[in-house]
Nanobody, 121 residues
Framework: QVQLVESGGGLVQAGGSLRLSCAASGSIFRINAMGWYRQAPGKQRELVAA???????NYANSVKGRFTISRDNAKNTVFLQMNSLKPEDTAVYYC???????????????WGQGTQITVSS
């Protein structure tokens, strides 16, 4: 129905920057909130940042001031600019989209496949 494709992950040294992108496609009537979660080995998945269709944002305390979330509604794409990266940011990052699906007009959350971010010290 709806596919989310992530890009931009990789290996970076502490203090460096990366930019993640996540593009949604398929049977989309409207996307409400979009955002990013992450999961480190042995830890629970946690919300990193979220953005509404009206561009209101929410960040985890651990990334405030370092990460910036944005979106391009025309392209159904969400971005995560990550600056001043720390080793503790190492995790698999997953994007999500709270979507109203075409035809059915049912609400459902779709997820990306995940992208690995590794920050070396």
């Amino acid at each position: 129905q709806v596919q989310l494709v992530e890009s931009g992950g990789g290996l970076v040294q502490a203090g460096g920057s990366l930019r993640l992108s996540c593009a949604a496609s398929g049977s989309i009537f409207r996307i409400n909130a979009m955002g990013w979660y992450r999961q480190a080995p042995g830890k629970q998945r946690e919300l990193v940042a979220a953005i509404t269709s009206g561009d209101s944002t929410n960040y985890a305390n651990s990334v405030k001031g370092r990460f910036t979330i944005s979106r391009d509604n025309a392209k159904n794409t969400v971005f995560l600019q990550m600056n001043s990266l720390k080793p503790e940011d190492t995790a698999v990052y997953y994007c999500y989209a709270d979507t109203i699906v075409s035809v059915t007009l049912l609400s459902r959350t779709f997820w990306g496949q995940g992208t690995q971010i590794t920050v070396s010290s």
